[in-house]
């Protein structure tokens, strides 16, 4: 899969869960709705590393694990990246 | 503590450069209704927010708005980034470039800087998340202008996304604020 694909579908889970967790808030009691948050969960951790053996880390502050060499400083910022 | 993420919650392509538009978009970076006004808002309000859930509305919808800001200066800084400085001076951003050159700052339309009196924080829960609703409502009025100024089938697409974020939030924060009610209603009869 191309590196903007996993990009993308990573964006699609991501913004499932964004909606979950504001949904939660407001419906902690809802186990389907925490159940499909789980499930979308592993989701987006098996898209973000996917992601990362292509593109480099996505996060900052050890919650991404770095190549050998240190490439934060060299991947494209996000209002750099021509989608 | 926040994490930073080296991306954007939605994809951002502009079909060409156009100044005006950029130049009508910073109201929503640094405007009255704009992404900073609404994260430093709800990231505010937190502290004095007796509802639980009320609580982790706030830090999680604010969270969002920091990720908004960011595609609102995307937006902005691929459709000024290979302007000239001429060309600037004359889609009516020469006053822009004189303070700024192409660097992006906090302003409304008109270049008035943000100040904290955009924003509001009572104390008092019902006060405090009746403005959150209203500030939804004219942020989503807002994209609805924005949308009207342009042609850009691409930019139409990221501020037709940020207009709906803003009705899902300004939804969560009517149930909030009628679960506070709710419970200050409870209260009476005890």
């Keep these: 899969m191309e590196c903007s694909d996993t990009l993308r579908k990573f964006q699609e889970v991501q913004f499932g869960l964004v909606e979950l967790q504001l949904y939660l808030d407001m419906n902690p009691a809802d186990q389907r709705a925490v159940q499909q948050y789980n499930y979308l969960s592993d989701e987006l951790h098996r898209l973000k590393h996917e992601y990362e053996m292509q593109a480099g880390p996505l996060m900052q502050y050890g919650f991404s694990r770095s190549p050998k060499r240190w490439v934060w400083t060299s991947t494209p910022w996000p209002w750099e990246i021509e989608y | ?190």
């Design chain 2, 1 to 190: 503590m926040w994490i930073y993420e080296k991306k954007l919650e939605v994809p951002v392509r502009v079909s060409k450069p156009d100044l005006q538009m950029a130049k009508f978009l910073i109201t929503q970076y640094g405007g009255p209704d704009g992404e900073l006004s609404a994260a430093l808002r709800y990231l505010n309000q937190r502290y004095s927010m007796p509802n639980e859930r009320a609580k982790a509305l706030l830090t999680d919808i604010g969270t969002e708005e920091l990720g908004h800001l960011e595609v609102i200066a995307t937006l902005v800084y691929k459709l000024v980034k290979d302007a000239t400085p001429q060309e600037m001076r004359a889609a009516g951003l020469g006053a822009h470039y004189a303070d700024h050159d192409k660097a992006l700052f906090y302003t409304d339309a008109n270049g008035n800087p943000w100040t904290a009196s955009y924003i509001q924080a009572k104390g008092d829960p019902i006060a405090d998340l009746a403005e959150d609703i209203a500030a939804e409502e004219k942020a989503r009025a807002t994209y609805q202008w924005l949308i009207n100024l342009t042609d850009d089938p691409d930019v139409i697409q990221v501020l037709k996304f940020l207009r709906e974020r803003e009705v899902v939030h300004s939804q969560r924060f009517r149930e909030a604020l009628y679960i506070v009610e709710e419970h200050y209603n409870t209260r009476k009869y005890f």
